[in-house]
Each structure stands twice: as C-alpha cells, then as structure tokens.
C-alpha cells in the first residue's frame, strides 16, 4: 500500500507559476506509475498528466501541454508536476495518484483514467487570479 501527501499549492496570479510535489510512502515507489488530476468545484476530476515507472513516458492532457511538465524522482519517492502559465481555468484542487505497476513489460505504461488508479491524495488547492 502507498500513502500519498500533496504540497505547494497556493494563490498565483495569471502567467505565474507553481511545482506540485507528491510524497509517497514506502518503498517501492519506483513499481508505481503515476498521475495528476485536477478537480474544479461542480466539475468531475479531470486527468492532467501521468507518468510511467521509471519516468520513460509521460503524457497530458491537451489543454495543459507545453505549459505543465510531470517528473518524478524515485530516490525521493516524490513525483512533481511543473506548472508554467497559469491561468485562471487551472484553478482547481490537485490530486497525485498512483497505480502498481508491476513487470518489465509494464516499465513504460502509463495511466490517464481515474479509475485506473488505486491510490489518491487528498489534494493540494491551485488558485489563478486574473
């Protein structure tokens, strides 16, 4: 089992930026792929980025490409996620998630779906002002 804890959201004005950190519990971070998702009040969650085991693939979601960048450093069991350009429709909270992801076939999957994962944070708020 994993246990997962958010940090650095907070209040930015448009065109700033913030790096979310998730620190994960245990020690078999690195058999994990995984994800962020966001969810804005009144709103399902939405995915935002994920990132496979080892951090080979990575994907995101169209509205935040060339602007957010997921990374992950399996020596800290934390996985970040860089966000550039902020815009007031990014204001929502943010969740990590992590799925097991065990085998060498499964080195560079990723997940995109929030039924996909297993695990979730209880979430970091991300507010933009215009």
């Known amino acids: 089992q994993v246990q997962l804890v958010e940090s650095g959201g907070g209040l930015v004005h448009s065109g700033g930026s913030l790096r979310l950190s998730c620190a994960a519990s245990?020690?078999?971070?690195?058999?994990?792929?995984m994800g962020w998702f966001r969810q804005a009040p009144g709103k399902e969650r939405e995915f935002v980025a994920a990132?496979?085991?080892?951090?080979?693939?990575?994907y995101y979601t169209d509205s935040v490409k060339d602007r957010f960048t997921i990374s992950r450093d399996n020596a800290k069991n934390t996985v970040y996620l860089q966000m550039n350009s902020l815009q007031p429709e990014d204001t929502a909270a943010y969740y990590c998630?992590?799925?097991?992801?065990?085998?060498?076939?499964?080195?560079?999957?990723?997940?995109?779906?929030?039924?996909?994962?297993?695990?979730w944070g209880q979430g970091t708020q991300v507010t933009v002002s215009s």
């Open positions: 998630a992590a799925r097991a992801s065990p085998g060498l076939s499964a080195i560079g999957i990723y997940y995109y779906r929030p039924s996909d994962y297993n695990y």
């Open positions: 245990g020690r078999t971070f690195s058999g994990y792929a």
């Open positions: 990132i496979s085991r080892i951090g080979v693939n990575t």
